[in-house]
């Protein structure tokens, strides 16, 4: 029997491989991601395990608020205690991984995507604590010196004696490249390096004080020793790690991104599976069905039911392991692919020796495989039901399921249930992480109660979608629509796939443009600005305060209102402040106030406007006082002044807004994030260049009108569109190889009838179009499916979003868009099956059993 | 001396015992469909098949002949009455039970020979031990191959075979098991005059020289003379027995039957 189904499988090779393909896909994408995430997180562990190679132990700062914009510095009063101990052999204060932006001949910041610019100060007289190494040229000694990245000057056409800009916390200034460097045997992905002596680099990220000091034991000391006679020494601000742990701890910290991008593509590898098992089964079920008579044979030779459900479900094994390991292999070329993606994105990451872990090895053959046998386990079933009978009947065909009558009740149940478990995520659940998962588990519970109904809609559907073939395709076309319902639930199960992968683009699309219209609604409710300054690049947040005054000093400009920010801790929690000119915001920017008015402003002081629902939650009213932690450590009491309500879709201030006065006080080196801008007559051409020429010194910011500032960041929603629609082509990729499949077992079985309508006429290309015609009605009852049930669930989502401001927006250009993507995957997965068929020898056709 | 009488001699294959009956049948009726549009294909048909003889069943298009068969050999059920076979009742057994039975006591040879098309000839002959875990005997399986005379096309598969040679790979194949009984619907159905004699001395042979019992529906009398009882059917009844005959004289009952 194991003969039987392996060679059947052989037999089969061409329709086998195909199967395969179905599932191959999602292994590679599962296989792909983990790759790819294993080998960024190897690239940066080596990163750091390379830089603190000879360091035994570091001090440096310690965070009291989570991704504040700065760490308290360390005391050069502690590196002479240090050195003081009888266990350190030596000791160094230094600045490691700290951000010095690089500027080039333009004034433009050297920026690489989303990499950091990072920037150094080394004594290299210690060179044991030195992960920079030096390609040419020599060390920065004193002011004006610096080394840079070998990749950047290949990259920006620098070499040693060349002059270069570059900035920490303070301008811009000039310094000569006297060496170019790396970190030595390790990739940095698009980072960039400036590596300047100690006190240069001091003066140039305006610190008091050693960002680390690095720490090297006497022969026999461990590291833990180590740690632990240091940790007596150190302020309360400061704290000691081994350098073991300070590499895992910066690697953790510079991965933790990568996380969450593993678990992004992880999902849509399981969506692309999803769809594969759907044409797995539809796959399976098909040739199940046209070797009734060989199963029934197989029965009457004496096979149990249990020898044929083992034989079917082994050849399931067989494809599933197959395609398992091919995807595995395939996911090697897709993290490449993944990689490029990413840096199309401009998403540097830097490079290792590609991971291939046992862990992804495992869990990609287990998933693939376990999935194709679960795909397979239905029609598995069904086979057993042959009966022995059937081998001498006629035209026998697979029985009907005895609960095949009761399939519209469960339909209904299984979609009822779906739509249930995804209303109780959306209105009745809190937290990303649940909501997410009752939406995913709801939304695939809708999927399968829509495939289990389908087949009871592809008669209505096909002839509302065939109208245009029947219309168009002559003989051919008629013939196509009657052959596409003709087995309603194979087309059915095959449009059920491409629905899947549709439904999911048109849930994206609607979202997209609820989401982009309501950011363009709320930004122009809240500023009223003619101009808006910025970062300049996507990786930074902040541009110096001088920007602003900068600007304030040009004739013509009415108003410049700068908005400071940082993070703090409040109320137990790591939270966004916001620091305004209180005398004119009012001029940029309307409060819609809860409590409180724009009298508010005029005597703000040591006050707070605190954002209403947040004033709820932790029950806020006028005149409560409460605590702010700033990342040095400094608190600071603030009274309520008053309470307002911004947009929920895209607030441009946060939930905590004081006085500028109150935040320069609390906060070390202040900055701004943003500033608005009001000039005489308005917006125009000329005043844009005046204004730009302004900014030209401060490469930190950007000016644009509101208008073009709004539209951009309405626009920012687009890249991740685009990732969505990109990661969401594989799933109908898939489904398009279901199609393929089902057309080509579609010929194989018509073989004699085809060979019969050749005979009385019909030419090579009618049957080309024949073909292509069915696979494109196939193709439309899936987009008929697909949209309208993405649509249905972004309606569903926005209005659970509504709180926020989101609402719903029908893209209609977007969806016809769709529609025509489906006609073209229905052209496109005809191409072999048509010419199948088309190639056909008549005779022999005709004489086929 | 053939093949089969050697290895028959070689004492493996037990001596002939005298007859029996090994399929009985008692009051089968078998009634398609409901109402008006009902059709009944057998009307209260009682028979013995006894061992080591070839039993041919015949009679016109429609009569019931391959209804008979199918209830005979447990592939469909009765509307009324009850098989035996060895000695077992069949209409009231499991699927696992009739899986069994299968295994035993029943070989099938079809009209359209039912090879599977990714087996080579030899590899079909052994399926049915195959299927029941059963190591084939190679001496046995090397006497059938050069009895059914395609040794030399062991490594063929159907579709390199002619009909003639599917026809005598599939009567093989129903004979490695050694069953109780044979049944055959319409052997030679599918075969031209020539290849049909090969395909009917073959049956013949193994009835003779390994005592097979054979239950063959066939319209064909030609066919019907290789028989040692001949059972005519008319409108689901049986009218006529004779035993062994020349093709003229079946020609001849046949049409007396027919006549009626
Ligand atoms: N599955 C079936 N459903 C309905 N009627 C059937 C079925 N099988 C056979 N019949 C009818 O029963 C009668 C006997 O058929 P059958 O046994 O095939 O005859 P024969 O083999 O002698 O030609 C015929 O009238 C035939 O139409
Ligand atoms: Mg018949």
């Known amino acids: 029997m194991t003969a039987v189904a392996l060679k059947g499988l052989l037999g089969r090779k061409f329709r086998t491989i195909l199967t395969g393909l179905a599932i191959v896909l999602g292994v590679a994408m599962i296989s792909g991601t983990f790759i790819l995430t294993d080998t960024i997180h190897k690239a940066f562990t080596n990163v750091f395990n390379v830089s603190y190679r000879h360091t035994d132990a570091i001090i440096a700062g310690k965070q009291f608020v989570a991704n504040a914009n700065s760490i308290p510095t360390v005391p050069p009063s502690v590196l002479t205690r240090v050195r003081a101990l009888p266990d350190v052999a030596a000791a160094s204060g230094s600045y490691l991984f700290d951000t010095v932006t690089l500027v080039d001949r333009q004034g433009k910041t050297i920026a690489n995507g989303g990499a950091p610019s990072l920037g150094f100060g080394i004594d290299p007289s210690q060179a044991r604590f030195n992960p920079i190494t030096l390609a040419s040229g020599h060390w920065a000694q004193g002011p004006g010196q610096v080394v840079v990245d070998t990749a950047t000057a290949t990259d920006k056409h620098y070499k040693v004696g060349d002059a270069i800009a570059a900035k920490g916390d303070g301008p811009v200034k000039p310094y000569t490249v006297v060496g170019l460097g790396k970190i030595s045997g390790v990739s940095i992905g698009g980072a960039t390096l400036a590596v300047f002596d100690v006190p240069t680099a001091a003066s140039i990220l305006d610190k008091h004080g050693y960002d680390n000091i690095s720490v090297a034991a006497k022969p026999g000391v461990s590291e833990k020793r180590l740690a632990a006679e240091i940790k007596p020494l150190l302020p309360p601000t400061a704290q000691v790690r081994t350098g073991s742990q300070q590499a895992s701890h910066d690697a953790a910290e510079v991965t933790a991104g990568s996380n969450i991008i593993k678990y992004f593509l992880l999902a849509f590898g399981a969506i692309a599976l999803f769809v594969g098992a759907f044409v797995i089964f539809n796959t399976i079920s098909i040739t199940i069905a046209q070797r009734t008579r060989e199963l029934a044979t197989l029965r009457t030779l004496g096979a149990s039911r249990r020898q044929v459900l083992r034989s079917v479900l082994l050849e399931s094994f067989v494809i599933g392991l197959a395609a398992a390991v091919a995807g595995l292999f395939a996911g090697l070329g897709l993290a490449k692919g993944l990689n490029a993606m990413f840096v199309a994105l401009g998403v540097n990451l830097p490079q290792a020796g590609t991971v291939f872990a046992g862990r992804t090895i495992i869990v990609s053959l287990v998933v693939g495989t376990l999935v194709t046998l679960a795909a397979g386990l239905f029609p598995a079933i069904r086979a057993t039901r042959v009966p022995p009978i059937s081998a001498v009947r006629e035209g026998a065909v697979l029985p009907r399921s005895r609960h095949a009558h009761r399939r519209p009740y469960l339909a209904g149940i299984v979609m009822l249930l779906g739509l249930a478990v995804i209303v109780q995520g959306l209105f009745a659940t809190s937290g990303a992480g649940s909501v997410l998962g009752l939406l995913g588990a709801g939304t695939l519970l809708l999927f399968i109660g829509v495939a289990l109904v389908s087949s009871y809609m592809v008669r209505p559907l096909a002839s509302l979608v ?107 929690a790591g939270t966004a402040v916001a620091g305004i000119e209180a005398a004119t915001i009012g001029r940029v920017y309307r409060f819609a106030w809860k409590q409180g008015s724009d009298a508010a402003l005029s005597h703000l002081g040591s006050g707070a406007i605190v954002d209403s629902s947040y004033a709820t939650k932790h029950r806020l009213g006028i005149g409560s006082r409460f605590t702010l932690q700033a990342s040095n450590g400094a608190t600071q009491w603030l009274t309520v002044a008053a309470t307002y309500h911004p947009p929920q879709a895209d607030p441009v201030l946060p939930k905590i807004v004081i006085s500028r006065a109150t ?151 977007q969806l016809a868009a769709f529609v025509l993507l489906a006609v073209v995957a229905g052209i496109g997965a005809a191409v072999i099956p048509a010419r199948r068929a088309a190639r056909l020898n008549v005779l022999h056709a005709l004489q086929y059993e | 001396m053939s093949v089969l009488e050697q290895y028959v001699d070689a004492g493996v294959r037990p001596a002939p015992a005298p007859s029996l009956s090994v399929v009985s049948a008692s009051n089968l009726t078998k009634r398609y469909g409901q109402g008006d549009a009902h059709v009944d294909a057998l009307r209260s048909v009682s028979l013995e098949i006894e061992e080591r003889r070839m039993t041919a069943v015949m009679g016109p298009s429609g009569s019931g002949k391959s209804t008979l068969m199918h209830i005979l050999a447990g592939l469909d059920q009765p509307t009324e009455g009850t098989v035996r076979i060895a000695g077992l009742e069949i209409s009231s057994m499991s699927d696992a039970e009739l899986t069994r039975l299968r295994r035993r006591h029943i070989g099938f040879v079809f009209q359209f020979f039912n090879l599977l098309p990714m087996l080579t000839a030899e590899e079909n002959i052994v399926l049915p031990l195959s299927i029941a875990g059963e190591k084939p005997d190679r001496q046995w399986v090397e006497a059938l191959l050069e009895t059914v005379g395609i040794a030399d096309r062991r490594t063929h598969r159907p579709s390199e075979l002619s009909g003639g040679q599917q026809q005598r790979v599939s009567i093989a194949r129903a004979l490695v098991a050694r069953p109780t009984v044979l049944f055959a619907d319409e052997p030679t159905g599918n075969l031209d005059s020539s290849t049909s004699k090969d395909v009917l001395a073959l049956l013949r042979d193994s009835v003779d020289e390994l005592g097979q019992t054979i239950v063959m529906v066939t319209h064909d009398p030609q066919a019907a003379a290789q028989a040692d009882r001949i059972l005519f059917l008319a409108d689901g009844r049986i009218v006529k027995e004779i035993g062994a005959s020349t093709a003229a004289d079946v020609l001849e009952a046949m049409q007396e039957v027919s006549g009626r």
């Open chain 1, 663 to 813: 935040f320069d006080r609390t906060f070390p080196r202040p900055q701004d994030s943003q500033a608005f801008v009001k000039v005489e007559g308005g917006a125009s051409a000329a005043r844009t260049a005046e204004l730009k020429g302004a900014v030209a010194a401060y490469p930190d910011a950007k000016i644009q009108t509101q208008a073009a500032w709004v539209a951009a960041q309405a626009k920012s929603f687009d890249q991740a569109l685009n990732l969505f629609y990109v990661l969401l082509a594989l799933s109908v990729i898939v489904s398009v190889f279901g199609m393929i499949n089902t057309l080509v077992l579609a010929v194989f079985e018509r073989t004699r009838e085809l060979g019969m309508l050749r005979a009385i006429g019909l030419s090579r290309r009618q049957t080309r179009r024949m073909i292509r015609h069915e696979s494109v009605v196939t193709a439309l009852i899936g987009a008929a499916l697909g949209l309208p049930l993405g649509v249905l669930l972004a309606a569903l989502v926005t209005r659970a979003l509504g709180s926020l401001g989101i609402g719903f927006h029908l893209p209609g250009q």
């Open chain 1, 466 to 572: 065939g109208r245009p073939a029947r219309a168009l395709g002559g003989a051919a076309g008629r013939l196509a629509v009657a052959n596409s319902v003709r087995n309603p639930s194979r087309t059915a199960a095959t449009a059920a796939a491409l629905m899947i992968g549709l439904a999911l683009i048109a849930f994206v699309a609607t979202l997209g443009a609820g989401l982009r219209n309501s950011v363009k609604d709320a930004l122009g409710k809240q500023v009223k600005a003619d101009y808006v300054l910025t970062p300049s690049s996507q990786g930074s947040e902040f541009f110096p305060a001088q920007t602003a005054s900068a600007l304030g000093r040009l004739r013509g400009v009415e108003v410049v209102s700068d908005i400071r920010s940082d993070r703090a801790n409040v109320l137990g």
